[in-house]
């Protein structure tokens, strides 16, 4: 009969040789089988990443060429609308009817302009005018007189019944547009600017001189088409991303503009901080409206936009831990686990510290016995 050991020396030195073998086999699992499933999966994320990018560049490219047909031709429409509206005789009669009363009345402009008085007359005579505005796609529309003074408002504002040459808008892009009519006696189209009356959102006037039958200038009307309105016009239904959004500006305005510098002088920067301080993807196009030039900035959210990409590394992190597994000691628990595992699909490593599998039934039971 075979001895067993009985010193301790005798028996600690096997544990360790085997503790040393089972550590070893977990680092060359972790070398051989985790570190290039790891690999892989990293590669992969940072390709979809890429091709995020590029899907995303592409669909602003595509976007900003289509909302740049929508607003020429919105404004091509709005030209011919307000050229219509300023010609009709229905209007410049309204127009003279109210300047009439408001001197007869004997009140300052902005008295009358909140009197049952400019209601009668204007609930009569403005119909048709509030009719075309209801079914437009206008912010408002506004009859000034020859110095200034706006006499109708389609939503009364508060620009009703002020001068906007001396008085507290002076400085508005309205009034920079009044002013450019009646000097040029044609369409001026301003820019997009903050406007007080529109709740200080982003609103921009087109203004066309009405003129008497001997040439003099009778007054003047304006379309006020605020950002609500811009965002319709550049509204688009894509399968990609729903949370873009577009901005019109002058030349002058998209100077510095972050999407255009980027563009001619930065092309490999793709993201950059939008107005409220967050990471924006942009695009911008030039565009000419009315002998105008203008840019069109399509921008979209980083955040949203990738937002995919972090379950993308979450099913790379799972995929490497669900895919690989590493059983440690081939014993009949050991074996079942793989066998169990490998009918989930996984694929199973199984380590032993000894030659053949079976653990205790193959070397602790006595061959006698078996």
């Known amino acids: 009969m075979a001895h067993l ?34 690999t892989m999966g990293t590669l992969g994320y940072f390709k979809a990443r890429d091709s995020r990018e590029s899907e995303i560049q592409s669909y602003l490219v595509s ?7 929508a607003v020429q031709e919105f404004f ?28 007869a009345s004997d009140m300052a402009p902005r008295a009358w302009t909140r009197s049952n008085r400019w209601h009668e007359l204007t609930s009569h005579a403005g119909r048709e005018i509030t009719r075309f505005r209801n079914t437009s796609p206008w912010h408002d529309i506004l ?7 706006v006499v109708f408002s389609c939503r009364q504002g508060d620009e009703l019944g002020s001068n906007v040459l001396t008085g507290s808008y002076s400085r508005s892009n309205l009034a920079a547009a009044v002013r450019g009519a009646l000097d040029g006696r044609r369409l001026v189209f301003s820019d997009f600017t903050a ?3 529109n709740a200080g959102q982003p609103s921009s006037f087109m203004v066309v001189p009405m003129h008497e039958s001997d040439g003099m200038i009778l007054g003047l009307m304006a379309f006020h088409i605020g950002s609500d309105e811009m965002a319709q016009i550049t509204a688009n239904n894509n399968l990609i991303l729903e949370d873009s959004r577009s901005q019109l500006l002058t030349a002058g305005q998209a100077a510095g503009h972050p999407a255009l510098l980027r563009q001619e002088s930065q092309p490999e920067s793709k993201t950059y901080l939008g107005h409220q301080g967050q990471a924006v993807w942009g ?26 990409l972090d379950q993308i590394r979450l099913a790379v992190l799972m995929m490497v831990a669900l895919t690989a597994l590493m059983v440690i000691g081939a014993g009949p628990g050991g074996l079942a686990c793989a066998y169990h595992l490998r009918g989930f699909g996984h694929q199973v490593v199984v380590f032993d510290a000894n030659d053949k599998p079976g653990g205790m039934i193959r070397y602790g039971i006595p061959h006698y016995r078996m």
């Open 5 to 38: 050991p009985r010193t301790i020396r005798n028996i600690r030195q096997p544990r360790g040789t085997r503790r040393s073998l089972r550590l070893s086999l977990m680092v060359w699992f972790l070398s051989l089988a985790l570190v290039p499933l790891m």
């Open 63 to 69: 976007v900003s060429g289509s909302e740049k047909a």
């Open 76 to 103: 091509a429409r709005a030209h011919r609308e307000l050229d219509h509206q300023s010609r009709l005789a229905a209007n410049r009669e309204f127009l003279v009817g109210m300047k009439d009363d408001l001197k």
């Open 143 to 149: 009859l000034l007189d020859a110095d200034g003074v």
């Open 195 to 197: 406007y007080e009356s």
């Open 283 to 308: 695009h911008a196009v030039p565009l000419e409206i009315l002998e105008q030039d203008f840019v069109l900035i399509t921008e979209v959210d980083a955040q949203p936009a990738m937002a995919g």
